[in-house]
């Protein structure tokens, strides 16, 4: 009996120091902490990272479905572990107390069954069907003048190419790559192609739409935008256009988020959303071409 | 299913019977893929007799005509609704794979003439 | 504790109406089934989904260089090979055992055929002319489906052939055994003819 | 039953190549266990670059090799390699062949009063093909380039492009496949033919349906997994395309598979066919975990389990239901609304029937007289931490909710919660339950309660944080977590939850020291130390060749406590009742 209690004691002490002591000091301790090129913008936790999409977008129902649904859960986890706690206190065996065979009623279950039920439906159809048909369908129209781009993803690195002045991408194929000047392998023949850019970074218009068509040369990766909450495959084979919008300027982190071989952890890029007059003045210079892209041509 | 030597040799003529219709179709389906079908009819055709061959040897050869024992039914409807399942992947992949990207290129093609989602490098094919 | 010992190896359960060997062998059929039809399920989609330009272009009849007359052959010859199975075990219920075992020398015979004429006739041809699994989409699927179907042939062979030889001696000692297993043994051989019956159009006709 | 038959079995024939069902779950029993403990260590190197990357790991990381450790820190290969090997290690050598091979093979025929399992021999063989696909896996870690590492979801084309451990790895998993279906087929065939007299299906105890819808899960639902092994090793080693599509440049290079650039395949039907398994089997390992504590429960509470039918039946259901969510998996490859409408709407439905067996669970500790032995403890424990996992699930069932969580830690928080402190629960449960019955003699409570809190301790201070630090968004498969900057202030949280592997590492000691002491110098205990109903208690512990010393004949249900007035609590199944 007494060695019974003491084993609960000493269970709980534990927990006490392991949980509430050796965590925080733990949790304190960021001496691996990294230095980075660039500052990210907005306050990063042990929550959603901030949502940079404008109110009333997928990216925030998003959101609130990951709320409520944890309210839910709370709430369900709660209920029932004060059920399964009362049990084990008031019907724990000891001297004088018999178990009871005979099956009791639960309604009380029934009804909380349904009630989840209910609920599940609703968040699928109120929330997660709509949410997801905007995603998929809702592609912003040419009216709404969004940005075109393409995304296409190597093992380890994401490249952007945007179709430059003429809004007219240049023909790509792996005859013409060349990992050092021509990693699109953008047809040096096609004129469409001339004042096409290539970029590692992702340079975006704050408050336009974009889309952008993702693709990939060699494995599966997996385009995430984490404050925008956009994540789609890059899958070989198949090119897949996602749409988003960034209401707020500043840098944030793109990750690749399907295992893609050894350097898959640091397959990141960096996003930069910026006002329109900028992005216009980046957009201009980068259609000039960098340096290697002249060379490039003049050995034609 | 019964036992005795004159059932068994009742059997015996049908599975020489069924034997006969299996070589038939056989036949059969031969020369229907010489027969020129419009469309999927080839498909079809040669399913179909395949189908009835199978058919025809699991009922008798497999004694599945005499079999009354629910324990083995029942695994095989299972069976036989996940087998369905299965063969729906193909369509289940092809609605994801619509913008397959043309042989011999990762990324050549035109963006698909999507609902709502066009123009702008829609022209860029070519 | 010997096989023999527990219930229902023999006879019928009262209840479920099978004996135990019967029950594991459909069960494992169904299993097979589900295997055969996720090959089946991708030769569907690499041929419904084959590109329409390039290297991985769906080859045509002649480019697949199958010859149905072969191809019919085989499958004449397994559906022989599925009767005489049958009719083995229609002897040993008469009590026939030598007639039951020439039936299953006869299907052991037309198994070595099926595998003769398919390496002979089929498979050697073919990587002479340098056709190998990695040539297009079209052999991978081809290879690795009759492949497969090869090995259960084989698996099939040294099963009946163990019950042609070393095996027969339980019919002496039970015969209601054996005839139970050349049963269970038949029903795996017509499921090996059944999957034929459906690779022959796909492959051959299609 | 004969008894002509006892004549001495040679050491080999009794211990090594049995085809006692007995010895053949002990066999299970003891190799899984230890291939789980391995898997555990792979973990606890692997938190270790997670919770200092990039620094070198004391002591081991010098013995381990340069190859692996150049300088005493792992390489992202090397990680990769361990993720896979501790998924593939722990699902397939470690959990199902526990759940399945050993408490199934041991407990199912005593259960339902057989002599042993319908195919011996089968039984014999599917053990022996299990041993052999362990072996592979782990002797894949020798070969160049080491153990597989793809992920356990092994994608193509990464996984076709991968070194030669993939190889291995299919091959292995070829073995694993191959023994779990002859297993089952036994398994099945044993339920359906060999139970007692009396015993109806309605009068199984809950483990044993749980057996029975497990096995039609694996019979069913493998194959086609076997096949797209098949297809990928063709991939491999063929030179075929199966899951390649045309046109692919790896570093700059055309890939060339075989003698031609053939292409035509599709890196998403790998995909399907993974999932058509690997969804089941998740069910695989928790419906035969929710067997054990229903039973532990029932007898722990001295009462009927609350419920019986309707949980018979939602485990079926379940398990029906398991083989059309598989695509849930793949919300983010692209799919379509009415696609991704139908997969969500039956993971939605799917968790109903858990959530009955849950609450039926939970309603049967009501008005009950619980009694909180080891066993009991793990099994009570396994409901709060199952609901946990399941109802985390849901956010991911939710194709919106999911594009945020898909592949970051929520989702190991997630399915840890229902395989580790859920299943490995409910493992350690049914050890500490079934012990006496193997050996005769009962493990220490004392040990086995220090065990219990260090690693209910243990278990929630390593997967509590990673639904913080996943909703964050911190990727999965990430070897270095600080590589991102948004992830700076959760490393901290992710060292906690390293320690928190590490001390449930320390934990698992007395457990180690618990069992193979007990074995030789446990208590002795009679044939029915719980007071159980249940069949295997009615026989002598251990049970002798062919099981029971009469042929058993049952009267009653399974969990029959403090139902009647007996002098007793409990009336065990094949006891008839005086007139
Ligand atoms: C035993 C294993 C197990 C179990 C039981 C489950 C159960 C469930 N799983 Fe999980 N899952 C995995 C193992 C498991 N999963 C694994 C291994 C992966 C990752 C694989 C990988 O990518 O590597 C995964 C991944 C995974 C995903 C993919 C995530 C992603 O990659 O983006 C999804 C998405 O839908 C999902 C959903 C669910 C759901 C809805 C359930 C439901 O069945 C849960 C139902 C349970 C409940 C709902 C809780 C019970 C009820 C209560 C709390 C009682 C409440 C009381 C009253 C109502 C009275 N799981
Ligand atoms: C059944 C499945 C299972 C189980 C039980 C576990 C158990 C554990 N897992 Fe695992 N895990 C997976 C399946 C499982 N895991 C899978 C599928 C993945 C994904 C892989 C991938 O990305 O491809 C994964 C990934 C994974 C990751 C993410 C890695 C990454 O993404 O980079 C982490 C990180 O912490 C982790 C941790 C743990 C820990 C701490 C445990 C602990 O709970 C372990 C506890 C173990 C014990 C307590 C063992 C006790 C045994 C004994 C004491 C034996 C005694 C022996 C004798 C008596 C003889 N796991
Ligand atoms: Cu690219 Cu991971
Ligand atoms: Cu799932």
Redesign the interface.
Known sequence: MNSRRYTAIASVLVAVLWLGFATPLLAQDTAAAPSFDVELTGDYGYHLPPNIAPEGTYPHTVDSLIDILHYFMVVLFVGWGIFFVYCLWKFRQREGHKADAKPIKAKASKYAEIVVAIFEAFLLIGLSIPAWASVRNEFPTEEENPLHLRVVAEQFQWNFHYPGPDGVFGKTSPAFLDLATNILGIDPADPNGKDDITATELHIPVNRKVIADISSKDVIHSFAIGVLRVKQDAIPGMRIPVWFEANRTGNYEISCAQLCGNNHYSMRALMIVEDQGVFDAWYAKAAEGPEEFDEDELDD | MA?S?AD??K??KL??G??AA??GL??V??LA?QVDFSGPG??VV??L??GI??TL??A????LKWE?????WW??V???F??V???T??T??????R???????????P?RE????????A???? | MSASVLPYTVKPHPVTGVYSGKLGTWLFLASEVMLFGAFFSTYVLLRVGAPTEGAAVWPTHEQTHLSWKIGGFNTLVLIISSVTMVLAWAQLKMNNFSKARLYLIVTFVLAGLFLVVKLTMEYYPKFEAGIRPSTNIFFAAYFVLTGLHALHIVGGMVVIGYFIGPGASLWKKDPEYFTNRIECTGLYWHFVDLVWIFLFPVLYLL | MSHDEHHELSFIRKYVFSIDHKVIGIQYGITALCFLFFGFCLMMLMRWQLAYPGQELPVLGKLLGEEFFPGGVMTPDFYNSLGVMHGTIMIFLGVVPLLVGAFGNYVMPLQIGAPDMSFPKLNMASYWIYLCGGCVMLASFFVPGGAANSGWTAYPPLSVTATTGQTWWIIGMVFLITSSLLGSVNFIVTIVQLRAKGLTMFRLPFFVWSQLVTAFLLLLAFPPLEAAGVLQLADRVLGTSFFLPEGLVISGQQLVQGAVPSGGGNPILWQHLFWFLAHPEVYVLILPAMGIVGEIIANNTRKPLWGYRPIVYSSIFLGFMSFIVWAHHMFITGMGTSLSMFFATTTMIISIPSVVILTALVISLYKGSIRFNVPMLFALSFLPMFAIGGLTGLPLGLPASDIHLHDTYYVIGHFHYVVAPGTIFAIFAGVYYWFPKVTGRRMSEGLGKIHFWLSLIGMNGAFMPMFFVGIAGMLRRGYDPAAYAANENLLGMVKMSSWSVWMLGVAQLPFILNFFMSIVAGKKVSANPWEATTLEWSAPSPPPHGNFEAVPVVYRGPYEYSTDDRKDDFFPQHLQAEA
């Open positions: 036992d030597h068994i040799s059997h015996v599975y020489i069924v034997f299996l070589a056989t036949i389906t031969v893929s080839h498909v040669a399913l007799i395949a061959k199978a040897v699991a008798v050869f497999m004694h009354r024992s629910g324990w083995i695994p095989l299972l069976c036989a996940f087998f399942v299965l063969m992947l193909p289940l992949v092809a609605t994801e794979s913008d397959r990207a043309p042989a011999g290129t990762w990324d050549t093609i963006v999507a609902p709502a989602h066009s123009g702008g490098n022209e860029s094919g070519h």
